[in-house]
């Protein structure tokens, strides 16, 4: 069965500082595609970042970056420089097949301190 | 170009009755998902409809169904609600459209549903 573990309920950082997600997944396929989701209180769920699977090259949107280790099945997001707009929940996701249905992780809160 | 819209914010329901919740897919999307977030939790696929049809079912039962219309909205009707339906619902559209992959899945606002 396809999963997805975020074992960091709740982070914290320090505006203007570096923080970094986890994310592990489990899946048998090797084509599919990853992403972070951001959803902060109005609950509305925001995409962050996507990546192929089948792309080597991390992906990278602004002050939002990813580390992908394919064969760890592993999928961090870093935040560079951060804000206090960036305190939301984090959901990594991923989908197996063109379209497909997202598999969810738990979610980690991030909160960041002025 | 507008994003996908979801009807009503809020719902107030008691045990039993029957609910249906409306998504306005974005602007050239014909793919249609739908969720639910239970508080706390990271949202659960209920089912997708493309092009009108059916294209994947999640673990829910029977009560849950759907409909997607030629403009490619989508309606989720739940019927006999039960307690554990109280909830985010989220929808989610995807599809080609000008620059965009057909992969990602854009979501609407949601709609807080609590059944008493």
């Known amino acids: 069965a396809q999963t997805v573990t975020q074992s960091q309920p709740e982070m914290s950082v320090q505006e203007a500082e570096t923080v970094t997600l986890s994310c592990t997944y489990d899946?048998?396929?090797?084509?599919?595609?990853l992403f972070w989701y951001k959803q902060p209180p109005s609950r509305q769920m925001i995409l962050v970042i996507r990546?192929?699977?089948?792309?080597?090259q991390n992906a990278t949107e602004n002050r939002f970056s990813v580390n992908f280790q394919k064969a760890a099945k592993s999928f961090s997001l870093k935040i560079s420089d951060s804000q206090l707009g960036d305190a939301a929940m984090y959901f990594c996701?991923?989908?197996?097949?063109?379209?497909?249905?997202?598999?969810f992780g738990q979610g980690t809160e991030l909160s960041v301190k002025p | 170009e507008t994003g996908v819209t979801q009807s009503p914010t809020h719902l107030i329901k008691t045990r039993g009755q029957q609910v249906t919740l409306r998504c306005s897919s974005q602007?050239?999307?014909?793919?249609v998902s739908w969720y639910q977030q239970a508080l706390g939790q990271g949202p659960q696929f209920i089912f997708q409809?493309?092009?009108?049809?059916?294209?994947g079912r999640g673990n829910f039962p029977p009560r849950f169904s759907g409909l997607q219309f030629p403009n490619y909205s989508s309606e989720l009707n739940v019927n006999a609600l039960e307690l554990d339906d109280s909830a985010l619902y989220l929808c989610?559209?995807?599809?080609?459209?000008?620059?965009?992959?057909?992969?990602?899945?854009?979501f609407g606002p949601g709609t807080r549903l609590t059944v008493l």
């Open positions: 989610a559209s995807s599809g080609k459209t000008s620059g965009l992959s057909t992969d990602t899945q854009y």
């Open positions: 899946t048998s396929e090797s084509d599919y595609y």
């Open positions: 990546q192929e699977a089948y792309k080597q």
């Open positions: 996701a991923f989908h197996y097949n063109q379209g497909g249905k997202l598999i």
């Open positions: 602007s050239g999307h014909n793919t």
């Open positions: 409809y493309y092009r009108e049809e059916e294209n």
